[in-house]
């Protein structure tokens, strides 16, 4: 008697394979082309819900779109139709449950629920098919009432509601409106004075995680008016350092006023100038507060035929900074160039 458990088939393993690389952020084929694929599945698998196998189906792609929500909604896929249509079915799948009623006297499993996703994945793919039920019967020694667990509607909406949240907030901080008016008090003095070492000392902190709100704060202040003569080269200038050194991009909640503030500038402008100070500078933070704050920092970071403060605010040196800043926002969001995205131009 042979007592070998049966194998996923191959379609099933390679899908184990697939869905396993992306959530582990090591994806080996085309995650907009696999997840996309994943949901339709989903979809699907719900018009069928009254069959065995639509029911079986359902449960195995709920812990699947558990699985690859984070993924989904990262940003490391460009646009968000792919969140929105998790978001679609994830709610579509919700309220084809209702009314969820339990009557699992146990409660359900939260090993699904794990830190784990590549685990979680094997786990969905697994719930799909009747060999893949049994591979989980034998594997966690669980009885036919425990498996039955696995398909409770009240169970199902637990984890439909967990994705849901992490699929909307998600979509919220890339898409979303973010605030960084507390930033307001941090940066600026008396009657409304810009403190450049301030708005420097935060773009320092790389570990905080500061640059894109004080890159989204420069292009709001910029796009406001509210920037004395004398700021303007500090803000662009500040503005342009975050866009150069998002080496992995950002996502449009923060680039899109970037983009807005640098497209204001003349991109029509001309001059004489063979060279400009920004091209020229080695310690771009000193050349902002030898700007900005000339009086605390005397010495200019660029040689002495470059640091006249008309060259700084030449028309010409404002081309420079916006052109550069805006093709590099578009290479974020070409899709062409999601990781390295930083600029090295002026």
Not at 198 to 218: F, H, I
Not at 228 to 248: A, C, D, H, K, P
Request: with cysteine; charged share 25%.
């Amino acid at each position: 008697m042979n007592d070998q458990l049966p194998a996923l088939s191959d379609s099933h393993a390679e899908l184990v394979s697939d869905l396993g690389g992306i959530v582990c952020d090591y994806p080996s084929v085309d995650p907009v082309e696999a997840l996309t694929g994943l949901v339709a599945d989903a979809a699907g698998a719900l018009d069928r819900r009254g069959t065995p196998e639509g029911r079986r189906e359902l449960s195995g792609y709920t812990v699947l779109l558990l699985a690859t929500s984070w993924y989904a909604a990262s940003g490391r896929i460009q646009g968000r139709t792919l969140p929105d249509t998790y978001a679609d079915v994830l709610g579509r799948i919700r309220a084809a449950l209702e009314p969820a009623v339990c009557r699992c006297p146990d409660g359900h499993p939260d090993d699904i629920l794990s830190d784990d996703p590549e685990r979680m994945v094997e786990y969905g793919v697994s719930l799909l098919t009747a060999v893949g039920r049994e591979i989980i019967a034998a594997d966690y020694e669980l009885e036919n009432d425990e498996m039955a667990v696995l398909d409770c509607p009240a169970f199902l909406v637990d984890l439909t509601d967990k994705a849901a949240v992490a699929v909307r907030e998600c979509i919220e901080k890339l898409f979303g409106e973010i605030d960084v008016s507390c930033l307001d008090a941090a940066f600026l003095r008396d009657g409304g004075r810009i403190d450049f070492t301030a708005v420097q000392d935060a773009l320092a902190r790389t570990w905080e995680d500061n640059a894109g709100p004080v890159g989204l704060w420069c292009a709001r202040r910029w796009l406001s008016g509210q920037v004395g003569e004398n700021e303007r080269i500090g803000v662009m200038l500040s503005l342009r350092m975050v866009v150069q050194n998002s080496y992995e991009g950002l996502p449009p909640s923060y680039s899109r006023d970037m983009r807005a503030a640098l497209e204001t500038v003349d991109l029509n402008a001309v001059c004489s100038h063979r060279i400009h100070p920004w091209s020229a500078v080695a310690d771009r933070r000193a050349a902002v507060l030898h700007l900005c704050a000339p009086a605390d920092h005397p010495e200019s970071p660029v040689p002495p035929e470059l640091s006249a403060r008309e060259l700084w605010e030449c028309p010409g040196q404002y081309l420079e900074l916006a052109r550069a800043g805006l093709r590099t926002i578009a290479r974020w969001h070409s899709g062409t160039d999601s990781a390295g995205g930083g600029d090295t131009g002026s």
